[in-house]
């Protein structure tokens, strides 16, 4: 069953009737005691990564998230939590990942949010892309990015520049996509973290 | 490649889907969320909802339908209409809403657009604009095009852009209805003046105008409603040939 790390940054109505039309189980997760009720967790987020960090500090979970060893999925800014600094704020995240989350500089070719339908290609085997294939458009709504990184990039995506839209390192993965919005492909790997 | 976007629009009011021709005469087409999923399943990368609802109860009936989209429909979606205060975001925001879309209450009152930005993220907020030429500028419109206001078209659009609007959703009332194409030349000015994504609105009847407003104006996303309700044009026929001429889509 999945824990879902609540600390009021943005909705997770989606995200939880995303998995109720999967039939995956889940459950909130508001202290400390609640970690051992679930076999994996999912640290949502959506709007700005410094005032996200700073709410998730204050329900004081961080270390606890920082010393997890079941399957964690950081979606969009929870992902970005996972980094070790955002410019978005200047702000010191969880520093799970050795990468930093950058502002993509915009213009009146690439306008910024990156707002739609882009192509993810993985770029190391992992069952959480499993029955998705390479190229697959998953649905982005971001303003920051998370730099590319051959040890940590689980699968790219290019706008403006190459970046992570997806992250790995040991149980903890993030995405930058939401796949509780990307048709089936999201749900396919919504379905995919279940059994990790 | 990032795609460019299709956005079938469903005007609501209490409860059930209407299209307006010029926005005056209003014809049922159906319910918001069967049509929703219908058009989720044909490939329709966005959906947009304008409530035209007119009672006290109306936020409660937004809240409502955001929340059955929400629960059943897997891509991500707009709400617009009478969005007024902060309180209306926070509830729609809560009920499952990706984006809402402002028109009216932003320029009375253009602050609200720094507040909500501030308060859920640029990417979180839409500005509508409704656009007709008057005396050869381009002059905001109120109360679907009926009431002119004081601003030009393209200023309130770069105010808005600067205020934190993520995404401009622009409607050429000059356009709207009619079915003889996008406003093409005025959209492209506002693309290339802008730094947010610009959503097309306004005067498609045919596939070749979809070809075109992506072609001439480069915009992210072109939005209609009668020609997808009343099924002249197919979701999936349209980006097999948007395709054909190159232009970026994503097919199901």
Partial sequence: MIGIITYGAGNIFSLTAALGRLGIP????????????YDRYIIPGVGHAGTAMAKLEHTGLVPKIKALKKPTLGICVGMQLLTAHSEEGDAK?????????????????????HTGWNQVFPEMENPLFEN???GSHFY????????????????????????????????????????????????????????? | MLSKRIIPCLDVKDGRTVKGVNFVDLRDAGDPVELAWNYSRQGADELVFLDITATVERRKTMV???????????????????????????????????KISINSAAVRNPALIDELAKAFGVQFVVIAVDTRSMNGKNIVHLNGGRV????????????AETRGAGEILLTSMDHDGTKAGFDNVFLKQVNDA?????????????????????????????LAASVFHYGEILIPDLKKILKQHKIEVREV
């Fill in chain 2, 64 to 98: 409502d339908l955001v929340k059955s989209v929400a629960r059943q429909i897997n891509i991500p979606f707009t709400i617009g209409g009478g969005i007024n205060e902060i309180a209306d975001a926070d509830a729609l925001l809560n009920a499952g809403a990706d």
């Fill in chain 1, 26 to 37: 889940y459950g909130m997760i508001n202290k400390e005691e609640d970690f051992e009720l």
């Fill in chain 1, 140 to 196: 982005f709504v971001h303003s920051y990015f998370i730099e590319y990184n051959k040890a940590y990039t689980l699968a790219s995506t290019t706008y403006i520049n190459q970046f992570s839209a997806s992250i790995w390192r040991d149980n903890f993965y993030g995405v930058q996509f939401h796949p509780e919005k990307s048709g089936t492909y999201g749900e396919t790997l919504l379905m995919n973290f279940s059994k990790l």
């Fill in chain 1, 93 to 113: 995240m969880l520093d799970i990942f050795p990468v930093r989350t950058l502002k993509f500089d915009g213009n009146t070719e690439f306008k910024v949010p």
């Fill in chain 2, 148 to 159: 002119p206001t004081e601003k030009e078209t393209m200023d309130w659009i770069l105010e």
């Fill in chain 1, 132 to 134: 998705i294939p390479a």
């Fill in chain 2, 194 to 222: 802008v730094n947010i994504p610009v959503i097309a609105s306004g005067g498609a009847g045919n596939v070749q105008h979809f070809i075109d407003v992506f072609e001439q104006s480069n915009v992210d996303a072109a």
